[in-house]
């Protein structure tokens, strides 16, 4: 197994994305620490699965831009199984499409604070339990192109993360390797909620591979970037959208 005896957070891992996440690095024989906002369902569920194949887990909910709920996390992380190994920082969303002409700055902050400053309380409050592992962030496609309409905001804070991965790449070496995906369309409640039918199918058709993605795609690249196969690789900002996208 490729993550034996080394310990893994998660956060948003109530479903999707950060759920699959979960899963896939608990077969390779991580303990998981599953952080969920509202998905109390899937995150038992997560829960229940990894312990009935003999892994080791828990699920704490918790608002991560509440300071609180961060260190709680982390301190029963480290209480339940002694250490930090692997940070996926998964926790995010668009929260509604708004154009900058109409946008207020609370949104602005909102939208901020959500995918940019709940992974930086993370990464803070991780580090003196992170001695040597990997911290993989979850970026987006819409930080290198811009993203769709009404998602300014949503796309900055993503090429925010992006620069925040190659800049702890460089602080945190060598003992600690950062990486991020930028995952395309995905097949996730994100896109059930802001992105029309006919949109989904024309990304599609554009698509070299011909379909969305699936988080167990993006499962198993995290898992890739969080364990030893993938020691040469930091600072790096992956693409994984079918084709959609070359840089």
Request: hydrophobic share 45%; with cysteine; net charge negative.
């Amino acid at each position: 197994m490729k993550l034996k005896g080394k310990t893994a957070i998660v956060t948003g891992a109530g479903r999707d994305i950060g759920r699959a996440c979960a899963l896939k690095l608990a077969e390779e024989g991580a303990n998981i620490a599953l952080n969920y906002f509202s998905s109390s369902k899937g995150a038992d569920a997560a829960v229940e699965e990894i312990k009935a194949k003999g892994g080791n887990a828990f699920a704490l909910q918790g608002d991560l831009n509440q300071q609180s709920d961060v260190d709680a996390l982390v301190g029963k992380t480290v209480e339940a199984f002694g250490a930090v190994n692997v940070l996926v920082n998964n926790t995010g969303g668009l929260i509604e499409r708004v154009k900058i002409a109409d946008m207020s700055l609370e949104h602005w902050q909102a939208v901020m604070d959500l995918n940019l400053t709940s992974t930086f309380r993370m990464i803070k409050a991780c580090l003196p339990h992170l001695t040597e592992g990997a911290i993989v962030n979850l970026a987006s496609q819409a930080g290198r192109d811009g993203g769709g309409g009404g998602a300014v905001a949503y796309a900055t804070s993503k090429g925010a993360m992006m620069t925040l991965t190659r800049g702890l790449a460089k602080e945190l070496g060598p003992n600690i390797r950062v990486n991020a995906l930028c995952p395309g369309m995905i097949d996730t409640d994100f896109h059930n909620i802001f992105t029309k039918d006919e949109v989904r199918r024309n990304v599609e058709a554009a698509t070299p591979v011909k379909r969305q993605g699936t988080p167990e795609d993006i499962a198993n690249l995290v898992l890739f970037l969080a364990c030893e196969d993938s020691a040469f690789i930091t600072g790096a900002n992956v693409d994984i959208n079918g084709g959609m996208l070359f840089s």
